[in-house]
Structure formats: C-alpha cells, structure tokens
C-alpha cells in the first residue's frame, strides 16, 4: 500500500497493440483508416460484434463486414477507482447497428455519464500495434 | 437418466488457513484431500475419481492426480468455469458415479492469492489467446468493474440502492462473528459498508469479497459406499449448469446464468425455491448475491433489493439464511474462487453441524449455487441441491 513510501507519479494507463490473428486482420487494418467494423449476417440480417467471419446467431459464413457509423449510447458502466493509473470508466455502449460493445468511456468528465448518454467513436494510438477505438461522451 | 439420489457428499474439508506462509500451492490440495478423507472416513487409494479446475498447478488433473499419489483413477474431469467450478464438478461426480464410470470421487481446490503473487492461479496465456481477447482487453476490465457495470444497470433497471447491496454484506457479516477461521470477522452496519472506499461505482470496498489463500475439498460417493461410512448422508438430487455470454453483442446484464441453471437443478429435485432451508449464494460481490437470488427464483426479478434488505438473509432472523459460514465476504474466497465453500457449508447445515448461533433448524434441503468467470462478460452458472438423508 502507499503508506510505504514517497508519492509516486501516477503510471499513465498503457495501450498495448492488439493481438491480430488470421480472422481479424481486416477489422485492424480497418482500424488504421478510422474505421470500425461489425459483422452482418446476409443470411439471418442480425448484426453481431466483435466481427466474425461466421454469424454466431444462425452460423452462416454469408457475412458481410460493415462499418459502424460511430453513433453510440451507454448501457452500462463503472468507475473504477482501484487502478494505479488513476480513475478510468469501463462501460458497454449500444452501437446505433445493434450490438453492445465493452469500451471506456474516455476523455469526458465523469459525472456527466450516464445509462442512455449518447456516446461516440474515437481512436487511440497503441504501442506498436492497430489503433484501439474508445468511445466519448457526445 | 436422472442424477437424483444417485450420489452422496460424504466428505467435506475447507482448509483453516487464510494466510499460507510456508506451505505450497500442490501441498494445500494434498491438505485438503487428506481433510476430506478423513470427514469421509476413507482413505487415498479408494479414490477413483478425481476433479479440479484452473487453480490445481500443471496439467489438467494429471498432475495433481500424479502428485498425490492417486494410483486407482478411472475417472477426471477439470472442467474450468472459475469458482463455481466445485459446485459443477460434484453435479458431474454424480453423473459419473450414476454411469458407474467411478464410486469414489475427490473434488479439490487450493491457491495462494494473498501471500503469493500470481498465487491465485492461472491467469494470461489462455486468456490472450481467447478469441475476444483483443477486443476487450485493452478495457482495463476487472472482476470488480465488470460485475459493478451488472450493479449500475440493475439500479437503473429496478431501482436497486447501495443500502439494500450494502444488507448482503451485513448479513454475511453477522454469521462470521462465529466463525473462528473466518477472515473478517466484525459485525458491520449498512452504513460502514457505504463508508468504505469506493472501488468500482457503484461497489464499495466491503461489497467486495476478501482475497485469501487456503482451499477445500469434498467427497463424492455412491449410495453404497455412503451406506458403508458413519458420516450424515447429504444425498445429490438436483443439479444445473449454464454458461452465458455476450452473445454477438446482445449482452443483458440484468441477470445471470442461474436463471437457466437453476430450474435445471429444481426440476431435477423436484422442489422449489420455497421448500429450500438453507442457501449457499456465491458472493464474489453484494450484486452477485443479489442477482443470483432473484434468478433463482428466491424473490421476484427486480425486487431482490427489497428481498434482502432489514437482514432477511441473516439465520434466525430472515427468510432465507444465505453463507452461514461468512460467505466470500467475510470468511474466505481461497484462491479467489468460492464455489467450494459454497458446497462445504451447505453441507455442514444438512448434517447439523454449522455453528449453533447459524444453524437452520431442521436443514433437509439446501442449495449451493455459483456465478465463476465474469457476471459482466462471460460466466459459467452452477446450482447444485442437496438433501439430508
């Protein structure tokens, strides 16, 4: 605990480059231009995130990459205060496709969060790797 | 085919300890065994049947069934859902027992969190590799901020408060002052628990279980080799599991996979969450509690926050006694995983011997039920009732 010793300066909260696999590399390289990607199965028409190269619902493989329009709004979140880098938000927001997706909610004051805040898409820079996309208060 | 009757929990050991200077990870599951063997009145070499999950160190059960000498197995089963886990296992004990695939069954659970970094068992390398890995993992997700998201959604939904989360951990509170092994063992009021530090909104530090080392084991046998043992016979006669998961993005967080586990578990049985005596509520958090009670059928959807508060969970007092022992709360999470000791005190409460200030009078039914990975992503449910012969 920090009784221990002198105040250290707060860690800044790293991003670490995605691990990117044979079925995602499209979605990152997406992510490089700005874009986000969803699944949409041709065949049942359910969207479906993180995208896959299958529908999860009906199992077909007829599915179709989209990109998101970035329009969002909360569903659920928390502030975490148990972090060595400082308070940070991890919420689920509802993408205006469909699909719930696990995001922070980053840059934007607190206390103004709420469940049905309209909520947008912004990218953030890893390490190395794809860009990470967050979401902010809109 | 049905488990019911079919199988028995003759043994059961949780292991004193809550801090485990000096003593390794594989030697706690070597404790624990040896523990239950001797509540069961059996030996190592009777055992055919062997269960773990992810906190038992090396290969699946291999290892540990190699390790500790186990020279009689013809059957394993190191199913991984997180904590509850133990409670799944005996349901597939009694499965195997039923299909005479084994008559003697061994379930452990050991670890070391609160002594040793990355005591608590495995974390990472499976975990990177899963195929949502690189989808939520740059999130900062927590055990503690994903079920408080499950905490923040059922306020907004039905109108649940701190105060009546805050009654959880009051109640488990009030059974451990008894229990000498328990970790925490004050008596705390709803309004300590909402001046604890926040940990993730809206969960305060005392929402929280503890973190401590130490493990358990039990006992699962056949009706005749529980027929030949002089303990209390706690027969098996319902059991239900379910994962649930975020589904495509279709995540509802308003409830857990008990509501699909559980019914499994009573129509199995064949009774309801009226006739149950004593509960058993995995309590990794106050939310878990709460949903898990209400999914179980113990209280209408949504008004699980009425159900709970003014120590309705509280034995003697309330409706539903609920972790006798302390529950993760107060008493102990060894390894961070409670579904073991969700079965140990259920199992105490049917033969009569939990604590004479907590007992139920006239325990024949009880459940054990557990929520392990993550209320907020992706969680494998599990009940089990068990009754007093």
Redesign the interface.
Known sequence: MSEQGEKKAPAV?R??P???NEE?AKF?KAAEQGKLL??HCLACN?????P?SF???CFSERVEWREASGAAKV?????????PTGP?T???VE?AE???????LVDCDFRKIA?DAPAKLVWKP?EGGAP?RFFTLA | MSIKGKAYVMGAFEHPTREAIGISTPQLHMQCARGALEDAGLTKDDIDGYFCAGDAPGFGAMSMADYLGLRKLRHMDSTETGGSSYILHVGHAAEAIAAGKCSVALVTLAGKPRTQQGGGGPRGGGF??A????????????T???Y??????HM?EYGTTSEQLAWIKVAASHHAQWNPHAFLNEVVTVEEVLAS???????HRMDCCVVTDGGGALIVTSPEVARSLKRPKVKVIGAGEAPKG??????D?TFSGAAWSGPKAFAEAGVTPKDIKYASIYDSFTITVLMQIEDLGFCEKGKGGKFVADGNLISGVGKLPFNTDGGGLCNNHPTNRGGITKVIEAVRQLRGEAHPKVQVANCDLAIAHGTGGSL??RHGAATLIMERE
């Open positions: 909260r991003i670490f995605p691990a990117v995602t990152w969803y699944g359910e969207p479906h995130y993180f896959r529908c999860p619902f569903y659920a979140y928390s502030i975490m205060y148990r972090s940070y991890i919420a689920y993408l469909g699909p719930r997706v696990l995001t922070n469940i890893s990470v | 990177a590799a195929p949502e890995a690189a989808f939520e993992m740059p999130y900062g997700g927590t503690h901020n994903q408080a998201m499950c905490a923040t959604r907004h530090p926040m940990i993730a909104t809206p969960l975020t589904y495509g993005g279709k995540v967080l907020g992503t």
